[in-house]
């Protein structure tokens, strides 16, 4: 139908763009359904003007400039992310959805100050209340952005957990968006083995076995046991090659 609608000549292009989902996994009733659907509309519609990539990259280094080491984290949840939506059979649009949400789950960490941020040890309840706040944030800017809209929800619920305890909304199951269970156990892992301030980074092993210790708490069981099978296939190829 796009291809049927899309039309060049000398001097002119018309493009087409839509907004699709599926039902009843994505939507619970005809109000969110159209909801959804205009927000994959917008987003595909500045995808092809290149205004979504701009505007990514003007937050990535926003976020990049207060924290730095967020740079090489968020693009290694992004990848990591991508690997395992792929492998649980998620359609393109989804797949691009779900990168741009990974790189920018944390944008909200930009009204989060930076000595709590940086803070050597654990947080007390005050500072903790702060970045609660964080997923919060990051969905106001997102939905400030017609190319980025379709990824707010995603970034809000971020950081929920599958037993319902997470923030800031207390969802949990199948009620969270799979992207948004996807980057949650991506997260968790590239952050498990990464220097912290306050920690040195897991072994590969302590950290996988960290997340199938949390499944079905914490994580998504499903998500996790596909992203340790993946970790142990990519750690095995380099060991072979």
Known sequence: ACA?????????????????????????????????????????????????????????????????????????VGA?????????GLRRDELEELDRAAQLHDLGKLAVPDEILSKPGPLDEREWAFVRQHTIVGERILRASPALRSVATVVRASHEDWDGTGYPDGIAGEEIPLASRIIRVCNAFV??????????????????????????????PTVVRVLVAHVRDEHEAERAA
């Open 4 to 76: 049927a609608l899309t039309e060049r000549g000398e001097g002119f292009e018309i493009e087409t763009s839509f907004g699709a989902i599926m039902l009843p996994d994505d939507a619970a009733d005809a109000s969110q359904a159209l909801q959804i659907a205009d927000e994959r509309l917008y987003a595909q519609k500045y995808s092809h003007r290149g205004e979504s990539d701009r505007t990514m990259a003007a937050l990535l280094e926003a976020l990049s400039a207060g924290e730095p080491e967020l740079q090489d984290q968020v693009a290694g």
């Open 80 to 88: 990591l992310a991508g690997d395992v939506g792929r492998m649980l």
């Open 191 to 220: 952050a498990m083995t990464s220097r912290r301030p306050y920690r040195e980074p897991m072994e590969l092993e302590e950290a996988l076995n960290e997340l199938m210790r949390c499944a079905g708490t914490d994580f998504d």
